[in-house]
DNA sequence: ATACGGTGTAGCCAAATAGCTAATTAGCGA
DNA sequence: TCGCTAATTAGCTATTTGGCTACACCGTAT
């Protein structure tokens, strides 16, 4: 029932969330991994990943054993950043990622 | 104990904040005429400006009886543009402000 | 002084959030 | 299959949030 945008900002009132998706902005990482940064326990980062995962800011992938997570980075930049445009557009320019039908799938960074 | 993102982000997740703060944009106004704007009632409406007063995202003035409340875009702009930018630089771009601190402008489009 | 229009506060309740421990699922290797 | 590691899900509790109604507050003007 609530809006994306909604899901977005909600996801990123949490500081452990806040910093999760900035330990993620140089590549993906486990879950344990994670974990291991926090002094939360692993259910409750867990948690705060799924909270993220369902705002679409992060995708996960199965490695043997383990859970990797890596950043949306673009979603993260669309959503809040058309936001700041329509309140606060003097103050902010979104960078020309716009719909470019996103030829190649990944290699936004690496 | 929340620091200022926080408080930000959570007041950005309600849709009806994020309106309020939308319909400012244009400039300020009074209490009633922005409960006039929801279905919500008037206690509804002053909690909700409450909490976005708290993030330091509207001011509020008074003028007679009545309240009128003010857009602060500089805080939203600069508090979730510096979050951006940390987490995905290279799809947003701060224009200026930043108390000359940072050395470039950064380049604009427009 | 009193009344009134415009707002915020108090008090209540239902629902959501965040944390924990304990239990469960999923994959890998012997 | 069994055991081990990695991670999530279940279940619990305490706190916060968001909405309402009723009430108190503050200026203005009669």
Redesign the interface.
Known sequence: M??S??DI??A????TR?QI??DL?DGEMAAGEIVARFNATGPTISRHLSVLRQAGLVTERRDANRILYS?V??R???S??D??S???P????????RKRSSSRPTEI?A
Chains 1, 2 share one sequence.
Request: with cysteine.
């Open positions: 609530t809006d945008a909604s900002f909600s990123l009132a949490h500081p806040r998706l900035q902005k950043l980075g673009e993260l930049a669309l809040v950043g936001f700041l329509t309140v606060c003097e103050q902010i320019v979104l960078r020309e990622v960074q």
